[in-house]
């Protein structure tokens, strides 16, 4: 393990208060997007879409990488120029999603265990030929009756840090998310304490097998009420809860957060991460930036619907987004930035 590079390439990921795009979505999950608006579920248009993303200008203005999927990865602009490198000329790096996916795990209904260390070795050395610089593997935990058990936690957290180890080794910086999901009707202090027992979780795994701190960056859910909670919750609470787990239980050495977006509006999203970092971030001793797909890309999808001359109206969405989020990372987001066009 190459420890100076690993934490090189950690800190530039969530440097000069800009965060990274996620565009891994998986083949079911982006067809699924596709059909909701009528976009053919084709290789091509999923070529098309994420070329559109990829060739967007200015997009090193406001993330320091991306996160493909193994498809995307391969994939080059209808010029023929790989995805990796219109990315890298961009001045962003390109990462990786690595599981393949969640499955039940055997003796806990309504529980996911996510698959794919079999084998994993070998293809994290085909990622950095192709021009990873780092990867990301996500756990699903299921808020619930019952659940998560300690064996989905435990299960989980195992998987991501052996997954997290076998990344360090070839110099790809590991991308730790473990997703509370917000379906459900838990309220903001149940999502806490499920949140604070998961990273609790994660942290001791990630000890165990031996995981450079300093060369990871965590990507977790914000603390939130379940969709089907009617009990009202401010900004200022979903914040102060979020980071208060968060100090709780992520150790200092971490360069950085990146939180994943889980469903929220985009403006939610961002307002949220605005408030951590506008009230907490000089008592933070790692960056608070977003690793967000929906709160950033929805728009975008939404105006392109498959149309190539929609492509540069999406594209001004998919700026815009960028740029509230860019300003949430400063702590210098506020409503009146919606109005304002790139
Ligand atoms: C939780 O999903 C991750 C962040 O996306 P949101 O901001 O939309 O919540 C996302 O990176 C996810 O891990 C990928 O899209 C892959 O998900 P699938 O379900 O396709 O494996």
Not at 85 to 92: F, I, P, T, Y
Not at 134 to 162: D, E, M, Q, Y
């Amino acid at each position: 393990m190459n420890a100076r590079a690993l934490i090189h390439t950690a800190r530039a990921l969530v440097k000069g208060e800009k965060g990274l795009l996620a565009l891994d979505e998986s083949t079911p999950t982006c067809n699924r997007r596709f059909a909701a608006l009528g976009i053919p579920q084709t290789e091509d248009a999923r070529r098309a879409y994420r070329e559109l993303i990829v060739t967007t200008p200015t997009l090193g203005e406001y993330i320091n990488g991306a996160i493909l999927y193994e498809e995307t990865l391969r994939q080059m602009t209808h010029e023929g120029v790989p995805f990796t490198k219109v990315l890298s000329d961009a001045g962003v790096m390109p990462g990786i999603k690595v599981d393949m996916g969640t499955t039940e795990l055997a003796g806990h209904p309504g529980e996911t265990i996510t698959e794919g260390l079999d084998g994993l070795r070998g293809r994290l050395q085909a990622y950095v030929k192709l021009g990873a610089r780092f990867a990301k593997w996500r756990a699903v935990i299921t808020p619930g009756a019952n659940i998560p058990s300690h064996g989905c936690i435990h299960s989980n957290a195992h998987a991501l840090a052996r997954y997290a180890a076998l990344c360090q080794e070839v110099g790809l910086v590991p991308i730790i998310e473990p997703e509370v999901l917000m379906d459900g009707d838990q309220t903001l202090q149940q999502c806490a304490a499920v949140t604070q027992d998961v990273l609790r979780t994660v942290f001791e795994q990630l000890h165990t097998q031996r995981v450079l701190l300093e060369g990871m960056l965590l990507k977790p859910n914000m603390v939130l009420p379940g969709l089907a909670c009617t009990a009202p919750t401010t900004v200022g609470e979903v914040s102060e809860a979020t980071v208060s787990c968060l100090l709780r239980t992520v150790p200092a050495a971490v360069p950085g957060i990146v939180f994943l977006s889980g469903g929220q509006t985009a403006e939610l999203a961002s307002a949220r991460l605005n408030d951590m970092n506008a009230r907490f971030k000089l008592q933070l001793p790692w960056a608070l930036a977003f690793s967000f797909a929906r709160a950033i890309q929805q728009p975008a999808m939404e105006i392109w619907k498959g149309n190539p001359g929609n492509t540069a109206a999406a594209q001004k969405a998919l700026l815009h987004r960028l740029r509230c989020n860019h300003a949430a990372c400063r702590g210098e987001y506020n409503a009146d930035l919606e109005w304002l066009t790139v």
